[in-house]
């Protein structure tokens, strides 16, 4: 049984100061759960500072974007070759980096082929706006962004790679009033693991891991992680609160536990 993988995004928000006394709460009230796997996400500042002080019985860390190219003269960038070892996932074409910094979906391709290049995982975001859902394109927005994204991996490579749906027109910061209901997510994530099986096999698309991330708080997760092919969470801004975070966790747990007495 595959664990439950939430991925708290901390965005562009804490100094290294910050950082260190959210990281000591969440180390305190986030217990050791083998059934789920809590993955932080720093700024590029504070990843190193945040690795050093972890506990990584708990936490393992991811990267918020990178550069596809390894190295060179491309000032300001950090490569998913620099980013080895310290952490073992990345986002990857996370709404706010389509949107705000007009990441087509070639660039994203070639972060995706960069990260598992370098060993890291990569979560591949995708995900609608509300004019394209309005427009009933939700279907080939997604098949798009999956099809380029992972065109360039083998089926293992695939098999290894985390899918978060990301729906644009639920996410507060971009205007959302309603969260999805869990029809609209469990339409999605069936439709993402079908483009999956159509490209590599139904056996890879049973592999892959497909978590959910648009407004998490608390009270959802056991709505979202009752959907049938869900595998976890992606929240943003619960994951800067060390109550709401730890609850997110803890709820992940108790769900599992419940799936498996049921």
Known sequence: ?????????????????????????????????????????????TLQPVSQEIDHRKFRLAAQDGYPIDEGGYTGAVSFSMLQGLVQYALIGHSERRIHFNES??????????????????????????QERLEGQTRLVIHDQITTALSNLTDDEVAKVVIAYEPIWA???????????????????????????????????????VIYGASVEPDFVAGILNIEGVDGLLPGSASLNY???????EKAHAVNLEQKRG
């Open 171 to 209: 996410i507060k910061s971009f205007g959302g009033t309603k969260p999805a209901t869990p029809e609209d997510i469990q339409k999605a994530v069936s439709w993402i693991r079908s483009v999956v099986t159509d490209l590599y096999g139904a056996k890879t698309a049973q592999a892959i891991r």
């Open 243 to 249: 109550h709401e975070f730890s609850k997110i966790v």
């Open 1 to 45: 049984m595959k664990k439950i993988l939430i991925v708290g995004n901390w965005k562009m928000n804490l100094n290294v100061q910050q950082a260190s006394l959210l990281v000591h709460k969440l180390n305190q009230l986030i217990a050791v759960h083998r059934d789920v796997e809590v993955v932080l996400t720093p700024s590029f500042l």
């Open 105 to 130: 979906l070639e660039l994203i391709r070639d972060k995706v082929q960069a990260a598992v290049r370098n060993g890291i995982v990569p979560v591949l975001c995708v995900g609608e706006t509300m």
